[in-house]
């Protein structure tokens, strides 16, 4: 499965919203942190249809994550995804390949972070019905059809982090 150029950049200001919020770990928060930085047209219309000012839900993210000091940049190699950032990437993938989409794109993380239960920006994208906008993108519900952490590492390898793609 291919991640689109999107996804990666999404994942990349991920990594850097969770150090900037003081976090050594990037859960599903940061992960939407990282949507929301990267602007996308079709997750910013899904969170308009459903009523979600993207600066409102950057807010109430940051108010349940944010650390009184941020991690220096020199750690960047040391913050990796936590269990929760791991099982939406992986939904993301599973939900790319049930849609026989070509690619993972940032759509798919999107309503893969829908499905979780916990994060601040999951629970904000259920209360305004945000899964149910996510036109034909569908993500399975049961474990059986997520590709494992080591399949997730071969098709991910190094790249969500490239510093070429960090603008």
């Known amino acids: 499965m291919k991640i689109s150029e999107e996804f990666d950049r999404a994942v990349a200001y991920a990594r850097e919203e969770a150090m900037r919020t003081g976090c050594t770990q990037i859960g599903a928060d940061h992960l939407m942190l ?16 459903k009523g979600i000012e993207a600066a409102g839900m950057k807010s109430a993210i940051e108010a349940k994550v944010f650390q009184k000091q941020g991690i220096p940049y020199g750690m960047e190699d040391d ?5 929760e950032g791991n099982a939406a990437i992986n939904l993301a993938i599973a939900s790319a390949q049930t849609d026989n ?14 499905c979780l239960s916990g994060p601040a920006c999951s629970e904000i994208l259920r209360e305004a019905g945000a899964g ?13 059809y997520l590709p494992g952490e080591e399949e997730v590492n071969r098709l991910l390898g190094a790249f969500y982090f490239r510093s070429d793609i960090r603008s």
């Open 132 to 144: 149910t906008m996510m036109g034909s993108v569908k993500v399975p519900q049961t474990q059986e």
């Open 34 to 49: 990282g949507l929301l930085r990267l602007g996308s047209a079709e997750v910013l219309d899904v969170l308009r249809q």
């Open 79 to 83: 913050i990796r995804l936590d269990t």
């Open 101 to 114: 989409a070509p690619e993972a794109r940032p759509l798919h993380l999107l309503h893969a972070l829908c």
